[in-house]
């Protein structure tokens, strides 16, 4: 009983230090955000500027708020979609290529074949973990680095969903009028997903239950990860493949499923936003990747890998986002809410040291390694 | 043929410069993600002296102003990620990317600054970086790239600078027992790597057009000079013929539409995908005797052993 207490003590000084660790980080970033602001217009800086970010949705209360919540979701998804990957020891930096299938699989399914959306999210999650199988498999087999991989499916795939969207402008999914996917509403209102009255409270359309399908799945990811067999083994993976393997767990399957898993993670959160006609899909875009992949690397950093932390982390990063698109573009550009989360990821990228300070500053007990901490740097050789 | 040749030529020194960048950088333990940023932050260092600089001075000062410029701002960048990963000891390839996002940020910002409006977009002279041979339109960049690369391979293989700089990424352990500073070596490798991605980053926006729009970044161009500097091995002259060989593909990407290419109904997507498809096939089949450096990605720790 004793041990069981002491077990979760140290599990609670951990959550507290990462919790402070990830308060330290946004802090720093958003001190940044407001020296910026002050450089470029010192005169607007705090009340216009600096004060919308925090406020973020709720400077213009309902339409905001929904606005958030509508892009939340999605960024819960992706950040699901990495923090599962870290479990296992793998950075999933092909989110944004997952997502992007994801985006085509539930279009076609909705524009073409004109399916109900629970069938449309389930096809964006399956192309999705077809694209993250992929790196999973060469990294398994091959032992190629899936950052790699990932870097590189993620540029095949944004052409090939391109190109099969747009296909010289003739493509069925493609209305020339507004160079964009045609809109849900006009083509498959069957497809889209159930608002159940919250577009009416937020005055947003696009605001559904989407966010509440992707607390959902943040929900089950915490389950499988922290409750099941399947987790332990995956976690176990991550953090020492060779005594994983000793221990009977067969690394190459639990690499190759949790890539897959991941995919389908980001997949189903591209269906999440464009199955609520959060967005049309632009295939003439062919320089840039979807931000909402690379933002859920953000969130699940931020989160220190948990599930149910990734939640939190999306809703704020959504808030500051969706602040600095109140900003009054005369006095700031919009993209100081994107320089805010840039440095919020680059502080964590060495979180561990704050980590490590705050827990010496706060407990001097001893220092324990936890099964469900983040998998240490991995130091065998890759090949690439 | 010779607007094929022209646009090969190009693009094909930027990879190049860049993925030389990633060499040096890769070469003394770092991996750089952070490549396509750098380029972005050299770029618009570079544009912005351009612009800003009077028309009415020579060619000369010119280039040699924003190409220094380009270097020093991409030097700078690549700081950031040397600072992260060999001091903080902080994971090389979150650092890398979120140096990305916060390059795409800070160019778009400075610009929209530096325009004092909404627009991303900064309008410049580029004749001072352009000469012709024949009836070939070139850019400086070609000359000066070639000269980098004769550079890189002397100093990576002729010097003793350059064998430690191997040793440090190879194992640093070994290096630091005869005496290397391997902390020292790798901020060098890193900011090599920014001083040629920043040049690089110039030479990618400056030649074909004269203005260019920041929220654009470069497009991709600095992961598929990471691409490249797999492709070739990790070796100066095997990066040349590896550059090459992607800008082909995008020089067929950007001239498809307009020559007898279009009849084969290929669009420039296609094109473009193909180098990364090529890359994925050579990944698979050298993967078991790769020449990666071999300590690169892991902090270096004195302690350990």
Redesign the interface.
Known sequence: MSRNKNNLGMALRQKSSSVLAALLCILIGLLVGLV?LFI?NAEHAWDQGFLRIIQGGFYDFPYGVGKTLTNSAPLIMTGLSVAFAFKTGL?N?GAAGQYTLGAFGGLYCALILNLPWYVCLLASALFGAVWGAIPGI?KAY???NE???S???N??GL??V??II?A?GTGAMYDANNTRTWKLAERSPGSLIPSCGMSDIFHTPSTTIAIFLAIAAAILVWVILEKTTFGYELKAVGLNKNAARYAGINEKKNIILSMTIAGALAGFGAGLLYLSAGAEWNPLN????PAMG?NG??TA?LAASNPIGTIFSSLFISHITVGGSFLP?RYF?T??A??I???I??L???AM?FRGVIEKKLHAGANTPDANAEPA???K???? | MLLLIKYTLLYGIVLMLVALGGMFSEHSGIINIALEGIMVIGGLGGVLAVAMLPNTLPAFVIVTVSVLVAALSGMVFSLLLAFASIHLKADQTIGGTALNMLATAIAIILAKNFNGSTSAKIDYTNNAFLFKIGGLELSIFVPLGIVLLIISYIVMYKTRFGLRLRACGEHPQAADSVGINVYKMRYSGVLISGLLGGIGGLAYIIPSVQTWNFEVGVAGTGFLALAVMIFGQWKPVHIFGAAMFFAVFKSLANIADATILSQLGWSSNIYNMMPFIASMVILAFTSKNSMAPKAEGIPYDKGSR
């Open positions: 910026a470029i950075f930096i060469f091959l032992n190629i950052v790699i991989t870097i590189m499916f540029w095949i052409y090939m391109n190109e747009y010289r062919t320089t840039s990747l690379f690397i953000a950093l573009t550009p993209e100081i994107d320089l989360s840039g440095i990821i680059y964590c990228a060495f040291l740097a991995q130091t050789k890759e090949g690439k």
